[in-house]
Structures are given as structure tokens and as C-alpha cells.
């Protein structure tokens, strides 16, 4: 069984930044999942890809990019995604996603976290 257990989440204002880690309770979890990635969704609308690891590519939403940097350190089976110049649009609940086919920003049969809420003020 596969645990994906977010952390990070928290208030800021505007401009400001967090660092979100997602904890895979599966070893070598680089090897087992093709695809990795951050999605969010906000009150009253759907859940949407944020950035998505996959076959060697990154692609992030564009609402995001310049701002926002996946990275995953294998050692610890963790995947991070920092957050700059955070905006109160980017406020949403966090999700970290594993699974095996992914395409651009969407994923196929993932994983999911529970979640860490981020909150960002004007």
C-alpha cells in the first residue's frame, strides 16, 4: 500500500513563501511511480494540476511557473514543491499525487495525499 503524507502548509501573506513535502511511505518511490506531482484546489472549483513529474519532464501550470519548483530528494522518499512570491489565488488545499501515466500537467490513477492547506493573504 502506498501513503503519500503531505506537510508544510500553512497563513501567508502575499508575496511570501512556503515549502510543501510529501512523505511516500513506498521505498525507492522515484522507481515505482512514473509520475509525481502537486495538484491544488481551491473552494468551489476542481482540483487542477499543479506541476507534474514524468518520463524525464516537467511541466508546470502556467498560473505557476517562475514561481513555483518541484524537486524530490530519492534518499528520503520525499518530494518538496517551493512556493515564491505566493499569490492569495495560489490559497487552495495541496495535494501530492503518485502514479503511473501521466501527460502535461494531468495524471492517470494516482495516489493521493490527504492534503495541507494553504492560505495567502492580500
Known amino acids: 500500500q502506498v501513503q503519500l503524507v503531505e506537510s508544510g502548509g500553512g497563513s501567508v501573506q502575499a508575496g511570501g513563501s512556503l515549502r510543501l513535502s510529501c512523505a511516500a511511505s513506498?521505498?525507492?518511490?522515484?522507481?515505482?511511480?512514473?509520475?509525481m506531482g502537486w495538484f491544488r484546489q481551491a473552494p468551489g472549483k476542481e482540483r487542477e494540476g499543479v506541476v507534474v513529474?514524468?518520463?524525464?519532464?516537467?511541466y508546470y501550470a502556467d498560473s505557476v511557473k517562475g514561481r513555483f519548483t518541484i524537486s524530490q530528494d530519492n534518499a528520503k522518499n520525499t518530494l518538496y514543491l517551493q512556493m515564491n512570491s505566493l499569490k492569495p489565488e495560489d490559497t487552495a488545499m495541496y495535494y501530492c499525487?503518485?502514479?503511473?501515466?501521466?501527460?502535461?500537467?494531468?495524471?492517470?490513477?494516482?495516489?493521493w495525499g490527504r492534503g495541507t492547506q494553504v492560505t495567502v493573504s492580500s
Open positions: 513529474i514524468g518520463g524525464g519532464s516537467t
Open positions: 499525487a503518485a502514479g503511473p501515466r501521466c501527460s502535461g500537467t494531468s495524471m492517470s490513477a494516482p495516489y
Open positions: 513506498r521505498s525507492r518511490y522515484t522507481a515505482s511511480f512514473y509520475c
